[in-house]
């Protein structure tokens, strides 16, 4: 049966679900691409670490939260590590190898967290509780909270993540279910407002990747796709960029793949 109403959707998927949902295959992932891609992400990784030093230079903080750090690979960590008190890394689950590199550094705390607020593992239980799926029914019972961090900060920034909160949870429901693209977009806009809801004005700045593009091997767009459900205040964007995020044509067959990306200080 669908969990309670007293479950607590804050609290933190194991690694065995994590696991099911291709969540950490989806983040070991994320680094292999890098490698492979041999500097073509640079330019993309650059931007956002200029950007959010630009950002924080402007602000009076001691202390920096970042949503979504993952490798650390469009952190600017160094400038974070000698110039805050302390900087709070969230993320599902924080790399082996990311931990130990930085175990000495006494201002550094990571933090696993699910900044869905507990939906992917909502999602999880409800799809397998049951043999047969009623589409209104989870669409129902869905919750999407606010999320609330265990530790505050001066600043709060939200790292190529956006896009990501979503993604996994709606791909994992269509592999148990067809789900129209109709109930889907909305899931994902909720999702994604939620987000959006825990940026502060003022305090707070974003970095996300808001449409796909694919090109054919003649370098032709052959398909766009929006990647970003809810609404943003088109004012509040500093930049845009494109991340040439594959072009050994292995996210999508016999397709290069870039985003456009922008970044937003609210």
């Known amino acids: 049966m669908f969990p309670p109403a007293n479950y607590q959707l804050n609290q933190f998927p194991s690694s065995n679900l994590l696991r099911k949902m291709q969540f950490i295959s989806d983040q070991d992932g994320i680094f292999k691409r890098y490698i492979n891609e041999e500097g073509g992400w640079d330019s993309h990784l650059n931007n956002s670490k200029a950007f959010i030093r630009d950002c924080l230079k402007s602000q009076d903080a001691n202390s920096v939260s970042i949503m979504g750090s993952g490798w650390l690979l469009d ?22 190898e ?40 989870l669409e129902n019972l869905l919750i999407i909270p606010s999320v609330a961090l265990p530790f505050q900060s001066d600043f709060l920034v939200s790292l190529n993540l956006l ?39 003022g305090k707070s700045c974003m970095v996300t990747d808001f449409e796909e593009i694919n090109h054919d091997s003649k370098n032709n767009i052959a398909q766009t796709k929006s990647l970003i459900h809810t609404t943003i205040d088109k004012s509040l964007i500093q930049k845009k960029w494109i991340w ?8 999508h067959k016999n397709l290069k793949t870039d985003f456009n990306v922008m970044a937003i200080k609210f």
Do not use: W
Not at 76 to 96: M, Q
Not at 244 to 249: A, I, P, T, V, Y
């Open 98 to 137: 990311i931990r130990h590199k930085y175990r000495d550094k006494s201002n550094f705390r990571f933090v696993e967290i699910d900044l869905t607020g507990g939906v992917i593992e909502q999602v999880y239980l409800f799809l397998n509780s049951k043999k047969n799926i009623d589409l209104q029914e």
């Open 244 to 251: 040439h995020f594959d072009s050994q044509m292995t996210y």
């Open 75 to 96: 952190v600017p960590v160094r400038f974070l590590a000698e110039n805050y008190k302390e900087v709070i890394f969230y993320d599902l689950r924080h790399p082996v």
């Open 163 to 201: 896009n990501q909160l979503d993604i996994l949870i709606i791909d994992y429901i269509r592999k148990k279910v067809n789900l129209p693209d109709d109930l889907a977009s909305n899931m994902r806009a909720k999702i994604q407002q939620k987000h959006i809801e825990l940026l502060n004005s």
